[in-house]
């Protein structure tokens, strides 16, 4: 395989490995309900874009979960203009970046959304949860909850990164791209 090109046979592996909580978290839940509003189909779509998965394969996998809620008619019609738009395909065909997490811990997510990031905008309840799904140690799940409260929340992801790969990020996470390539080069060494 290509550095910087992201296959579909192996998203969800690497999903669960090297994604930041803001995508980990909108990825499982489009697989889980088929379905993200229009926030987090940006917002995972153009990280995704960012990770490198063509659009052909961003097709087949917007579609391959939409299918089985709104049925393959309704996505082609509806929702597949989106994620071609995502990629400059469409409209006033602007090759759009991915959003920084400046950007998105900025943003507004609604009753339904599943945008935004996990540090600033779930409960503490919810946010130990994910923790501990993302595998953070008891102990290190307490320093990463502190940063949250007191609003230093790219330091909690920075945090996180760190207990996950147990491997220190001195640059700190500015950008869940970054995270991503960050954790691919560990994974990968
Ligand atoms: Fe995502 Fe950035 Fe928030 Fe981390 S700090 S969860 S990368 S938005």
């Known amino acids: 395989k290509e550095l910087g090109e992201m ?42 874009k960012g990770v490198g998965l063509k659009l052909d394969d961003a097709l087949a996998f917007w579609k391959a979960e939409f299918s089985q809620k709104v049925g393959a008619e309704r ?16 409209g006033k065909r602007t090759d759009y970046t991915p959003y920084s997490c400046q950007k998105i811990i900025l943003s507004t997510p609604g009753v339904g959304d599943h945008h935004g990031c996990p540090y600033r905008h779930f409960s503490e ?48 996470i500015n950008h869940p791209n970054q995270y991503f390539s960050d954790s691919q080069k560990i994974l990968e060494a």
């Open 7 to 48: 296959s579909l046979k192996d998203i969800d592996q690497v999903a669960r490995t090297a994604f930041p909580l803001c995508m980990r978290h909108l990825f499982d839940t489009l697989r889980e309900d088929h379905h993200l509003k229009h926030g987090g189909r940006m917002q995972l779509g153009l990280f995704l």
């Open 75 to 90: 996505f082609d019609k509806e929702y597949a203009y989106g994620i071609r738009h995502n990629y400059g395909k469409e």
């Open 125 to 172: 309840e919810n946010l130990r949860a994910a923790l501990g799904k993302m595998g953070v140690s008891s102990r290190a799940l307490d320093d990463v909850i502190e940063k949250a409260k007191t609003k230093h929340y790219q330091l909690a992801c920075t945090l996180t990164y760190e207990a996950v790969h147990g491997s220190s990020c001195d640059a700190g």
